[in-house]
């Protein structure tokens, strides 16, 4: 399975932004999915996850009423609504996926990943 995120780029404080995460390969294999993001010299940070049929979700606290994660199956795609940015959002954001169907926030259970978008937000 490859993961191929795109949709980052430079944006303004307030301003939104959707993430995409196109599965190839044995892409019916996958069953949750989710979002990470990393800060150079930190450590990567949930983000939000989803089920394979996209009725659960989870989500980072933090980030639960700005980002919104849904996912359309039948064309492989992942994606990541986030809203009202701000300069802290700023990271390299990742996708992954696993072969279980349990979300979980803990990345070291996902099995493939992209090599991850940056998303810049100024003030």
């Known amino acids: 399975v490859q993961l191929q995120a795109s949709g980052g780029g430079t944006v303004q404080t307030g301003d939104s932004l959707r993430l995409s995460c196109v599965a190839s390969?044995?892409?019916?294999?996958?069953?949750?999915m989710g979002w990470f993001r990393q800060v150079p010299g930190k450590e990567r940070e949930f983000v939000a996850a989803i089920s394979r049929d996209g009725t659960v979700t989870r989500y980072s606290r933090a980030l639960k009423l700005r980002f919104r994660i849904s996912r359309v199956n039948s064309i492989s795609t992942l994606y990541l609504q986030m809203n009202n940015l701000e300069p802290e959002d700023t990271a390299i954001y990742y996708c992954a996926a696993q072969r279980s169907l349990g979300l979980t926030e803990d990345s070291s259970l996902y099995d493939f990943w992209g090599k991850g978008t940056l998303v810049t937000v100024s003030s």
């Open positions: 390969g044995r892409a019916d294999s996958i069953n949750a």
